[in-house]
T-cell receptor, first 114, second 113 residues
Framework: KAGVTQTPRYLIKTRGQQVTLSCSPI?????VSWYQQTPGQGLQFLFEYFSETQRNKGNFPGRFSGRQFSNSRSEMNVSTLELGDSALYLC?????????????FGQGTRLTVV | DQQVKQNSPSLSVQEGRISILNCDYTNSMFDYFLWYKKYPAEGPTFLISISSIKDKNEDGRFTVFLNKSAKHLSLHIVPSQPGDSAVYFCAASFRGSQGNLIFGKGTKLSVKP
């Protein structure tokens, strides 16, 4: 069974640009969550999608958005990039939202904003 | 305000000995707890989890203990192996919100041969 796949692995963007990151969950998983990892803040929850609907949202500005498609694949978008957006962006998928469901992570996309 | 805390940024253990990684939380509404292991430039790998209705869960060399009255959980690795060297994250979630994991800042474990 293939794991969670994130593309691209590495990305360099300039301040003010926008970026789109992609995540393909494990087959059959309907919940996809996005996290940002930085050295200072650790792993922080961005948002979760389930059946194409955003179910939870973390404490990030509106420049961070996402969506989920009918095949459960998800994308996140960051507009008007800032230097502080440089981070490892991780996607996690889980089977469903019932009790005791573990989330499985992809390898992440390393975004550098210059 | 951090809801999940891992107060030890690093831990060094001799191969073959026990590694004990600790995690404290502040919100008694957390329903589910997980431990993840992470190598540099990779995503976290799920290790073991425990529901709030249990106080212990074991999987091979890994055991997680939950003390709800103290709002404390720990991960025991016995015996420790050099390949266990990584950063370990504790995470918690609320009932009905398992897609939103709240992570501690991690503990870097070094297992010396």
């Amino acid at each position: 069974k293939a794991g969670v796949t994130q593309t691209p692995r590495y990305l360099i963007k300039t301040r003010g640009q926008q970026v789109t990151l992609s995540c393909s969950p494990i087959s059959g998983h309907r919940s996809v969550s996005w996290y940002q990892q930085t050295p200072g803040q650790g792993l922080q929850f961005l948002f979760e999608y389930f059946s194409e609907t955003q179910r939870n949202k973390g404490n990030f500005p509106g420049r961070f958005s996402g969506r989920q498609f009918s095949n459960s694949r998800s994308e996140m978008n960051v507009s008007t990039l800032e230097l502080g957006d440089s981070a490892l962006y991780l996607c996690a998928s889980s089977l469903d939202r019932s009790r005791g469901t573990e989330a499985f992570f992809g390898q992440g996309t390393r975004l550098t904003v210059v | 305000d951090q809801q999940v805390k891992q107060n030890s940024p690093s831990l060094s253990v001799q191969e073959g000995r026990i590694s004990i990684l600790n995690c404290d939380y502040t919100n008694s509404m957390f329903d589910y707890f997980l431990w993840y292991k992470k190598y540099p430039a990779e995503g976290p790998t799920f290790l073991i989890s425990i529901s709030s209705i249990k106080d212990k869960n074991e999987d091979g060399r890994f055991t997680v203990f939950l003390n709800k009255s103290a709002k404390h959980l720990s991960l025991h690795i016995v015996p420790s192996q050099p390949g266990d060297s990584a950063v370990y994250f504790c995470a918690a979630s609320f009932r009905g919100s398992q897609g939103n994991l709240i992570f501690g800042k991690g503990t870097k474990l070094s297992v010396k041969p």
